[in-house]
């Protein structure tokens, strides 16, 4: 089984800056996928960039990276130049590598505003 | 790549009648689906996961009979949720998977109000 925990239920950042979300997960599985998921106020769950873990360089989507620390089973996800349109719920998850289908487990979330 | 559609976006029913909500893979064909049920201010609560041509999966505490998913083709799943109740009002969300990929793809989601 598989837990992912989001320890910030809710952050805010002023327009144009920096920000961290956390993530911590534990799995049994040697090799498996992470995944941040947006959600935004029209609660359409939007793919925002996705990490695996066999993987040691961090994935990069624009302005979005993550810090992967396999050892810590960490997954943060760095946002920079925040812009308005990042206000939303973001979702850390993970399935594991070895038989994909299986189910996402997704953490709390963490909603995130950010202020102009 | 990657799109995702459910019908309807919304729909307010009385109770007792059976709702039945679309999940379409538009631009690939999913061979797994997924079916979530989300609270407000909450994180997504799997339903069940959908394989093509055999029958879903339900997660513990999820009624089969009231919840009922057919997945007949590679691009389509549906929920139906049969006899609906006030309590089954929700925000119904599906998502696919490419046959072989790691990544879930979402719909867009149903509002569902029972009267």
């Known amino acids: 089984a598989q837990t992912v925990t989001q320890s910030q239920p809710e952050m805010s950042v002023q327009e144009a800056e920096t920000v961290t979300l956390s993530c911590t997960y534990d799995?049994?599985?040697?090799?498996?996928?992470l995944f941040w998921y947006k959600q935004p106020p029209s609660r359409q769950m939007i793919l925002v960039i996705r990490?695996?873990?066999?993987?040691?360089q961090n994935a990069t989507e624009n302005r979005f990276s993550v810090n992967f620390q396999k050892a810590a089973k960490s997954f943060s996800l760095k946002i920079s130049d925040s812009q308005l349109g990042d206000t939303a719920m973001y979702f850390c998850?993970?399935?594991?590598?070895?038989?994909?289908?299986?189910?996402?487990?997704f953490g709390g979330g963490t909603r995130l505003m950010v202020k102009p | 790549g990657a799109v995702v559609s459910q019908h309807p976006s919304w729909v307010i029913c009385k109770s007792g009648t059976s709702v039945k909500i679309e999940c379409r893979s538009l631009?690939?064909?999913?061979?797994?689906m997924f079916w979530y049920r989300q609270f407000p201010k909450q994180s997504l609560m799997l339903m069940a996961t959908?394989?093509?041509?055999?029958?879903?999966?339900?997660e513990q505490g999820v009624e089969k009979d009231k919840f009922l998913i057919n997945h007949a083709s590679l691009t389509l799943s549906t929920l139906t949720v049969t006899s609906a109740h006030p309590e089954d009002s929700s925000f119904y969300i599906c998502?696919?998977?490419?046959?072989?990929?790691?990544?879930?793809?979402f719909g867009p989601g149903t509002r569902l109000l029972v009267l």
């Open positions: 998502s696919a998977r490419r046959g072989g990929g790691e990544t879930q793809y």
């Open positions: 631009d690939f064909q999913a061979t797994t």
């Open positions: 959908s394989n093509e041509g055999s029958k879903a999966t339900y």
């Open positions: 990490q695996e873990a066999y993987k040691q």
């Open positions: 998850a993970l399935v594991p590598r070895k038989n994909a289908g299986n189910m996402l487990t």
């Open positions: 799995t049994s599985e040697s090799n498996y996928y």
